[in-house]
DNA sequence: ATGAAAGCGCTAACAT
DNA sequence: ATGTTAGCGCTTTCAT
């Protein structure tokens, strides 16, 4: 029962007899024993842990992502160290050196905006997946939500409704998701040869925005029969003007928002239908990608996971 | 320039001449040479990492006070594993057996209510510090916001605005935040010789129950001039209420929320009033007492974080 | 089939 | 003041 022979009953190599294997097992068991991931990481060079690294403060968006990339990492055994960059480059250049230090097996790279960030990939040793938040190098792999296919979905929806005088409402213009979604929407409405109604309005991501977004709506095409807002904020604030408005909701106007956010769709009046980017997923994805990469089975380019559509009482009647 | 030395050279120990020092941090300069953090704990015990553990899915709550916790363990050079538990004991064991093996040398251990949790210190070889949920053992070290302060503290503006005909709306009855909140509402108003108007209210956290305790309210009590509601959710559905109801805000009544939920009281119309938990304190306190302990200076008991008052247009005219 | 020994990168004690 | 050595807990040769 020495050391190296114990090693080998544990691990399940070498050649031992199975009775010893057993009896060194039932030791083990017995004990409590567990391998010391420490030195096992100080002879192999492998932590069995990745730096999620955000750059701009975890937000809402993070979270699920980070859910689902735990999921699919703990199956691994793999942990992951939190960095949060708080959008400070300085800061993130220290955390990146932090984490090679500690010698974690990978970075997933994620952010608060859809837009491309500079890309880390170059100057690191270990595999990078970017979540969410694409890297700028389209050579590196970045899992993002398909905001095109998520604003197809909105149109397809609201088309199969019947609805044909289709607004929308934006966020910033600067924001690519803006126009993204725009572009799916118009991508959903072509069939029915239908443009969008007026000039697509882009503002701010908030609420506020929506309520103003609302009036220009009201003054400047009144005959609209549905909504597509890119945000769920966006979409509450113009169902409330609407609604001071004495505008029926789905009747005369339906709409769409987009994030799935629940307290927002639910305490809406009425609840929002909306397209979910399905962050889990995102995150799952991008440490499955990452796992394969740490195991030598890289690949790169932009991975865009599918929205979802979740249909509620402000595009049809319950 | 052998090894040993040059480890002295860095470590600041030992005897050496200055200018070898000096010679041996000039070469690791360049070199871009740092000590392994992997190597160090084998041989330390000590891996500069600490478990962040939380109960139930990270939410709203959880973010501040991991950023907090964050900070104040970055300071130390101190790395965060992230665990979630998902609210399942079985998973929760699994991960503290986790991180066990990987010698976190102490545990941050969060949930998203503020009652108590089970807790898991006498099973651990490290220090623990529960935040936000605290535990239900009174000699472990507890940091979390004092709701009866906070309570305190939104009764106090309100008296101090005049106000003398205040109702209560709290969340769910079986939350003690529902009750303490209440109690520091109560402290506040007894100076001034009133208590609360009408029964106070318990129904849900969310903006419906919100909406549904304003029409209770103007129906019960519409001689009041004030409320404080136990989140900002509830508040902005109250809001929502009396808005419909033409009852000026703050001119008829003063609405007062709590968590100071940006996207919450911004939306509001208008803007609330909300009592803040400071949550990133009290993960910055929380690290802190968690760095006293594994430095050999624990604490214990609650240790209450005082929440802060923002005003806004919902109880004071712009 | 098992045991012994070397070495991963570092530091602390000891020897020079 | 500097170099040498042993050992943290494990795995992997290599010898038995």
Redesign the pocket.
Known sequence: ?????A??A??G?????PS?RQRVLAAAEELGFH??PV??A??SGRTYTVGLLTSDSLGRFSIPLLLGAEDSLATGEIAILLCDARADPIREQYYIRTLLARQVDGFIVTGHRSDPRPSITASLPVPVVYAYTPSDNPDDLSVVPDDVQGGRLAGQHLIALGRRRIAYVGGPERYAASHLRLRGLRQALEPAEVDVVGDPLFGEWQETWGRQAGQVLLRSTPDIDAVFCASDQIARGVCDTLRDHSVGIPDDIAVVGFDNWDEMVLASRPPLTSVDMRLRLVGEVAANHLLQAIAGRPQSGLQPVDCGLVVRESSVRS
């Open positions: 029962v020495s050391t190296g022979t090693s080998k544990l691990s190599g070498g050649q031992l007899r010893t391998p010391s030195a096992r100080l002879l």
